[in-house]
């Protein structure tokens, strides 16, 4: 088992910035990716951005250029900072591992993302 607790979220202005970060515990050695998704209000949950454990990174193409994954090991969290937000970013954001050995996935509780135009 690998729980998964996110922190950051909140409201800000369109054109600022937020950094989302989640913190693993439990089985730790069988993360193989980590991840963030999104949900809106009435849509589907989304990938984000995804991170290998050597550290390849996997952007969806409406978040490219403006926000960056990355993942300290040493201390088992992952980072979202996000640049340049719009009013579309609005969202509820989870934290997400794939696990070893058969491709599991444990989510987080979410954090809610508010842009205001």
């Known amino acids: 088992q690998v729980q998964l607790v996110e922190s950051g979220g909140g409201l800000v202005q369109a054109g600022g910035s937020l950094r989302l970060s989640c913190l693993a515990s439990?089985?730790?050695?069988?993360?193989?990716?980590m991840g963030w998704y999104r949900q809106a209000p009435g849509k589907q949950r989304e990938l984000v951005a995804t991170?290998?454990?050597?550290?390849?990174?996997n952007y969806a193409d409406n978040v490219q250029g403006r926000f960056t994954i990355s993942r300290d090991n040493a201390k088992n969290t992952v980072n979202l900072q996000m640049n340049s937000l719009k009013p579309e970013d609005t969202a509820d954001y989870y934290c997400?591992?794939?696990?070893?050995?058969?491709?599991?996935?444990?989510w987080g509780q979410g954090t809610q993302v508010t842009v205001s135009s």
């Open positions: 997400n591992a794939q696990l070893l050995p058969f491709d599991t996935q444990s």
């Open positions: 439990g089985s730790i050695f069988r993360i193989k990716v």
């Open positions: 991170i290998t454990n050597d550290g390849r990174t």
